[in-house]
């Protein structure tokens, strides 16, 4: 029988808690900890989340992707290879018979894949994957996607234990750099997911100030075009980064200029403009559509707090 690894782990808001590490070696789920927990003012802040690697690679090509530096020595780079489905069944129900820890958790499908790339799989990975997940009930699984293909998902039932997070961007920063389905298309999906009850969620990211001079009203135009279809649970906001591998590999380099400042965490937008970004759409969420469920995407404890932000109180993407 596989084994459940526990460890124990600093919370954001404190507390320390004994938490599942990995299930079996960590091919298929294991703990997202490449950030340590914060301390200084620098410091990302992350609250680590479970990992479903069901799959590797991107039918996508964006321009800026971090698999392509990731997965840069893999036999097929970043071609789409999802893994059996019998080892990552073995993998989810081994999980799913813990019983220590109780705490409530989610598992991201979407880090080292689009989570809809295997919808057009003799056996889609929604249809083999949200059963599994609605046989228990503590833990969440989360599609991240910049794919419009919804079509298998609006056939499921029941799906309580699932979020739809779709990744979308202001539409010059989609046409330029993004070569993914339009954002319209991502918008009509995420809408037929929320009205067929799915909690739906959205990321904006990456945040990219282009055109420079009017970069503003396209981000809040992004805003409009969401609140007019359907409600976010959450909506989730990161600025533009780059690790040196991802800028090596990238074909199109041209949305490095954005990158002035070097961190922790890879190459950013200077720390004063992204602050802005970020004030430009909070502000504009809360005084237009009295929007307050935001969170921000591996961003320093600084940016948080010259936000107002209670960094402590993370509710980003990845977590229940």
């Given at each position: 029988m596989l084994s459940v690894h526990l460890d124990e782990y600093e919370l954001l808001d404190g507390s320390r808690r004994t938490l599942i590490k990995q299930v079996g070696d960590g091919s298929v789920i294991k703990r997202f900890e490449l950030t340590p927990f914060p301390k200084t003012p620098e410091d990302i802040v992350c609250p680590h989340y479970l990992e479903l690697k069901w799959a590797t690679g991107c039918p996508f090509n964006c321009a800026w992707c971090y698999l392509k530096g990731t997965m840069r020595h893999y036999p097929v780079g970043k071609d789409f290879t999802p893994k059996p489905y019998s080892k990552t069944r073995e993998h989810l129900m081994r999980l799913f018979r813990v019983t220590y820890p109780n705490e409530l958790e989610t598992l991201n499908s979407g880090e080292t894949t689009d989570s809809l790339a295997g919808e057009s799989l003799n056996l889609p990975f929604s249809k083999f994957v949200i059963p599994l997940f609605e046989s228990q009930d503590r833990f969440k699984l989360i599609f991240l996607t910049k794919s419009n293909n919804v079509k298998n998902l609006l056939k499921i039932n029941p799906h309580d234990r699932i979020i739809i997070s779709f990744s979308l961007n202001a539409e010059p920063v989609a046409k330029r750099w993004e070569k993914a389905?339009?954002?319209?298309?991502?918008?009509?999906?995420?809408?037929?997911?929320?009205?067929?009850?799915?909690?739906?969620?959205?990321?904006?990211?990456?945040?990219?100030?282009?055109?420079?001079?009017?970069?503003?009203?396209?981000?809040?135009?992004?805003?409009?075009?969401i609140f007019d279809n359907f409600t976010p649970e959450r909506i989730t906001l990161g600025s533009l980064r780059g690790l040196q591998t991802t800028i090596n590999e990238a074909e199109d380099k041209s949305w490095v200029y954005y990158l002035g400042e070097t961190s922790r965490w890879g190459k950013r937008i200077p720390s004063k403009l992204r602050q802005e970004t970020f004030r430009v759409l909070i502000d504009y969420l809360g005084a237009k559509y009295d929007y307050t469920a935001i969170g921000l995407c591996k961003e320093p404890i600084l940016i948080w707090e010259s936000l107002g932000m209670d960094w402590r109180k993370c509710k980003c993407n990845c977590v229940w």
């Open positions: 389905p339009s954002v319209s298309s991502r918008i009509e999906a995420a809408k037929k997911v929320s009205q067929a009850g799915y909690e739906t969620r959205i990321r904006i990211d990456p945040i990219v100030p282009y055109p420079e001079n009017d970069w503003q009203n396209y981000y809040k135009e992004l805003v409009d075009r």
